[in-house]
C-alpha cells in the first residue's frame, strides 16, 4: 500500500511518561507494525527548528522542556511538569521535538503540493502556550496549523478526540484564519472540564459540540454531521488539520461515550470527501486493541482504499482483535440523541451563523 508523506520518528517511541501511565508508546508500536505488515513505507523527517516551536510556544516553557533538571519542582509546577498527567521523563525533550518534528514535516508537504501529510504520533492537543496539560507537553497541531497558514488563509482544525481539543482552541482564539472544531464528552463530565458549546472564542471560531456520558454511535456522528460540517460548509477552509483521537471508542477506559470504529470512519470518510489539503494527526486512545486498527482505518479512508475486513492473521492472533471494524456494537446507538439535538439547536441559532 502506498502512502506517501508518512512520518514517523523512532523517538516518538520514547515519549512516555512512566510504566503506569495510561499514554503508552505500545499505541504506537503497535500501528508500525501494522503499516509495515501493510507496506506503507514511514519517512524520518529532519528535526524541527527552535523557531518553529518558539511560534506557538513561548521561549521559557521551552527552556524548562530542554532542561527540567535545572529548574526545581516550583518552576515545573507553573508549566504543568512534574506530576500528575506530565511528570518529567527521560529523553523528554528530545521525544516531543521528535513528535513535532513529524509535524511539521507533514504540513511542509501539504504546503508544497501534497494532497496529504501524516504524523499518527502526534494529535497532542492539550498543551498550552507555557504549560503542559492532559499528556501532551508540545502542541504539534498547533504548529502544523502554523505552517499551513504560511500558504493559507483559512485553515480548519477538526478534533474526534474524546477530550475537548483546549489548547489548540486557546492558542488560536484570536486568529479568524483558523476555525477549532472540537466534538468531545462534555467537559462537565470529563477531563479538562472545557468545551462548551457556548465557549465560541472573541471571533466565532471555536465550535463545540459536547455529548453527554453513555452517547451511542448514531448519537455521535449525528453530532459531528450537524454540528462541525456546517461549520466548515460555512467557513470555507482552504486546508484541514485533523486530530484522530480513538478514545470515543466504546471500549476506552479513559471516557464514556461509546462510539463505534463504523460511525467513528464515517466522520473520517466525511472529511475525506473535502476536496482539500489535510494534516492527518493521531490524537489519544487507550485501549491497545482498538488504536491500531482505528488509525490504519482512518488512513486507508483518507487513502480513498477500502478497509479489509481482517488484520494480518500473526497480528489479530497476537492481539486478539481480528478484524478492523467492531463485529458488534453491545451499546444503544441512539443514546443522548436528544442532548446532541439540543447542542446543535443551540449552535445553528446562535454560532454557525457567526463563522466568517
Known sequence: MAVDHFYFHPLTEEYE??????LRPERLRRTRRLLSELGVALIQPEEALLSKIQKVHSEDYIEVVRTPSKFGWERLAKHGLGSGDCPVFPRMFESTLAYCSCAIAAAKA???GAPRGYNIAG???HAF???AAGFCIFNDPALAINELLARWDRVAY??????HGDGVQKIFEDDPRVLC???HQDGRTLFPGTGSPAETGPLFNGINVICPPETGAAAWLYGFREGILPALERFQPQALVIQHGTDSHFDDPLARVRNTVQSWLAAVSDLRRMDLP???????????ECVPRMWVAAILTHEGLKVPEFLPETLGQEWGTPTFLDRENPYDPNVGQREIESVVNYLREFVHPKVA
Open 181 to 183: 472544531c472540537s466534538i
Open 110 to 112: 501539504v504546503v508544497t
Open 123 to 125: 494529535g497532542l492537543h
Open 17 to 22: 511518561f512512566g510504566p503506569k501511565h495510561p
Open 158 to 163: 477538526v478534533d474526534i478526540d474524546v477530550h
Open 278 to 288: 489535510k494534516v492527518i494527526l493521531g490524537g489519544g486512545g487507550y485501549r491497545l
Open 129 to 131: 502556550r507555557s504549560r
